[in-house]
């Protein structure tokens, strides 16, 4: 026998114009998960949906207003329209920040610590009736969200030019959580702990130095950028992953290809070999390629990616480095060329380096 939900006196402004179940709390869980909490509010008209409307722009209006007020902050932490581009300028902050004062890293495990122990006092309020409810409410949210997509992708009706019925598709993809952007500022995290575990603090500092200076190029471009121009960008580099099969495939030349932050999604055979590790252990970011290389080597690489990283006039370097056997027992020098292929926007989607082994 099902248990009838408890209704909701009153819906937040978004929920009730989309006609979803929203919750007691404010800002609501569903305007959290959209990062609209601060446009979250309780809907002045509850029996009159038109109403919907004139408060979300009441909403927006103060919002505005709240954001003038914090002109002089943002001017230094701009907001992007896309959460995963903020995530990613952030990762390129903390970089120039340990630049200038490298005890932030150590600062930043001890705030680790105590969120942790946060965390762990909160867990001792733990509802188990809450929880189920909320697990309920985000399985018919989710459910709702799968069904309008595949209606979308299945409906032939409306009339409008393929490229707007892609986007329309790829809208209710990511609405449907089927399809999400690349989360960049996990790469950098995985390169900050590989350098604070296995490089000197002048090798960090040289890495930090050119990463650093890609914000302003970066923060230009990205700006404007929303999720969907992400998830495009993304299915760009899927194909771009197709296409590379087929040619490390026919080549006899050791190559890999790796994202901007470092992780190997390709590799041939003969990279595999000269690493000492299985074509396998080189897909989806199990590796990265400074990892395979000597420390030297690894701040090279950095360093010459970052001066040209968003110069459209140059795309590849010729150069050396010491690749290091996978268990680090054995280097092997060799020449070493690189290039940058860059998305629709001239970010740097991912690199692809062809190494000679010098005997």
Known sequence: MSTKRKKVSKSCVFCRRSHL???????????????????????????????????????????????????SFLAQQPTFVSEHVGSEFSSLNEFLSMLEDPLLVNNNSNNSSNNNTNTHNNNNNYNPT?????????????????????????????????????????NAKLEAGLLQPYNYAQGYTRLQNYMDKYMNQSSKQRILKPLSTIRPAFRAIAR?????DLILVEEGFER???????????????????????????????FASLVDCGVEDLIEGKLAIYELMTEESAVNFWEKYGSIAFDKGQKAV?????????????KRPCCFSFTIRRDRYNIPICIVGNFIPIS
């Open 21 to 71: 179940i929203c919750d007691e709390q404010r800002p609501c869980s569903r305007c959290i998960r959209r990062d609209i909490a601060h446009l979250c509010t309780d809907s002045l008209g509850s029996n009159n949906p038109g109403n919907a409307d004139l408060d979300v722009g009441n909403s927006i209006a103060a919002s505005a207003n709240e954001n003038s007020k914090m002109a």
């Open 130 to 170: 809450l929880h189920v409810d909320n697990v309920e409410r985000e399985l018919d949210t989710a459910t709702t969200s799968k069904e309008h997509f595949f209606l979308t992708a299945a409906d032939p009706s409306t009339e409008m030019t393929p490229e707007d019925r892609l986007k329309l598709v790829i």
């Open 224 to 228: 404007s950028l929303k999720d969907v």
């Open 240 to 270: 771009m992953l197709l296409s590379y099969d087929r040619v490390f495939t026919s080549m006899s030349m050791p190559a890999c290809l790796w994202r901007r932050t470092g992780e190997i999604y390709r590799a041939n055979k003969e």
């Open 318 to 330: 010729l150069t050396s480095c010491n690749l290091r056997t996978r268990d680090g027992r054995r």
